[in-house]
């Protein structure tokens, strides 16, 4: 998990960064009916600032990997802010 977040923010964790921490919401976890497992985390201890996810195995080697579902607004906007994502109201 830590490595996909340090895919979103490279210093994430550190002092400087605008990801500090996530947590997984216990609450949310869920199988998929169409395989694998969802689940949701916090980030920074900000309940507006929320990610979903899905773990699944790779069809090919059997390998874990996490993938995005989901975001809140308020995470939305920090994704945006961190060049993961385009905003869309810029032309």
Known sequence: MKQDLK????????????????????????????GGIMFTIELNDDSELQVDMILTK??????????LMGLSSKADDLYVHLGVFKDADTK
């Open 58 to 67: 790779d069809g090919t080697d059997n390998n874990l990997q996490i993938s």
């Open 7 to 34: 895919s979103v923010e490279s210093n994430a964790f550190s002092q400087d960064a605008q990801i500090k921490s996530y947590k997984v919401l216990a609450n949310t976890i869920e199988h998929n009916p169409m």
